[in-house]
């Protein structure tokens, strides 16, 4: 007894060509779709520090821990001494040798910066719900930004690397 195929009753109304090529061309589109979502490079811009404080910036990237709250390290390629991040969901990005943030030239300056183990950070609110903070008073200026959703409390990310701050980037 052979059994014969069909075509699904959408598919049986198009033309034979159209039938033969419909579902090798949905395949081939979810194929490029996935791949497209999965090989998606992200983009971080990387600081050009003074030559002092890369010194500084080097000094804190071999300081950094290899893993943050079971998060381990994931920095972006190509790998710089100026970058570092790590895999949580989203990715939680340290950044230094950044320039110093024109928002503190105004009356921004005079908002509340908490200081933590001895490093002061300068906090701003993403308009995606997450945070930036910006170490100030230090040889190098140090951006640490905390996608909503990749933690709980973004000052535990702070608080968990600022003694590693402290200790690598004099005040």
Not at 89 to 104: F, H, I, N, Q, T
Not at 107 to 129: E, S
Not at 160 to 168: E, I, K, W, Y
């Amino acid at each position: 007894m052979t059994r014969e195929l069909r075509a699904p009753r959408f598919l049986a109304a198009l033309p034979a060509p159209v039938r033969w090529l419909a579902v090798p061309t949905a395949l081939v589109c979810t194929i490029v779709v996935l791949i497209g979502s999965w090989s998606t490079p992200e983009k971080i811009e990387t600081p050009n520090p003074a030559p002092k404080a890369a010194g500084y910036c080097r000094a804190l990237a071999a300081a950094l821990p290899q893993e943050l709250y079971g998060h381990p390290r994931a920095d972006p390629t190509p790998a710089s001494p100026f970058v570092a991040a790590w895999a949580s969901s989203p990715k939680v990005v340290l950044r230094c040798g950044v320039d110093r943030p024109e928002a503190l030239n105004g009356p921004a300056a005079k908002d509340t910066a908490p200081m933590i183990n001895d490093v002061t950070w300068w906090p701003q609110q993403l308009g995606d719900g997450g945070y930036r903070y910006t170490s100030t008073m230090r040889k190098a200026y140090v951006e640490l930004t905390v996608p909503e959703g990749s933690f709980a409390n973004p000052m535990d990310v702070v608080a968990a690397l600022s003694p590693v701050v402290a200790a690598s980037i004099p005040s």
